[in-house]
């Protein structure tokens, strides 16, 4: 998915950044933007930003964000979110890269009446939620 020539960079900065760290620190990872009624087409337009407000870096394998209907997307394996940086979670298609993911659905996710984003940690521990607010249709 990843370009190899970033994916090994990204990879040793990850790497550095977690020898420096005790395995012991939590991350601190949080759902902080839901736009569920974009002006453009919903498939295309929706996105979910995710931030990294704690002092490490953090390795998403296995890390799940999902609505209240089931709908899932894994993140990527070794995708890392570095400390302080957010990336964006795009619901329709395109190029992954550091700071946005696709996951490549044709159809909208968040709905406009309202909805609740939970992402969950490897364990499958819910580790932020996002209420999403019925919008006007726009």
């Known amino acids: 998915m990843f370009d190899k020539a970033l994916d090994k960079v990204?990879?040793?900065?990850?790497?550095?950044?977690?020898?420096?760290?005790?395995?012991?620190?939590k991350p601190n990872i949080r759902i902080t933007h839901v736009e569920s009624n974009p002006p453009?087409?919903?498939?295309?337009?929706?996105?979910?930003?995710?931030?990294?407000?704690?002092?490490?870096a953090q390795r998403m394998t296995g890390w799940k964000l999902r609505d209240k209907a089931g709908h899932t997307?894994?993140?990527?394996?070794?995708?890392?979110?570095?400390?302080?940086?957010?990336?964006?979670v795009w619901v329709g298609q395109g190029k992954d890269s550091a700071t946005?993911?696709?996951?490549?659905?044709?159809?909208?996710?968040?709905n406009n009446t309202g909805d609740t984003a939970e992402l969950c940690d490897q364990q499958g521990t819910i580790v932020s939620t996002y209420d999403v607010s019925p919008?006007?249709?726009?």
């Open 73 to 88: 997307f894994e993140f990527p394996d070794q995708f890392p979110l570095l400390s302080g940086k957010a990336v964006r």
């Open 100 to 110: 946005d993911l696709y996951w490549g659905r044709g159809a909208a996710v968040w």
């Open 10 to 25: 990204l990879t040793k900065v990850v790497d550095q950044a977690f020898d420096r760290t005790s395995s012991t620190t």
């Open 135 to 138: 919008k006007p249709e726009g």
């Open 40 to 56: 453009s087409p919903d498939a295309e337009g929706e996105y979910v930003v995710i931030e990294n407000q704690g002092p490490t």
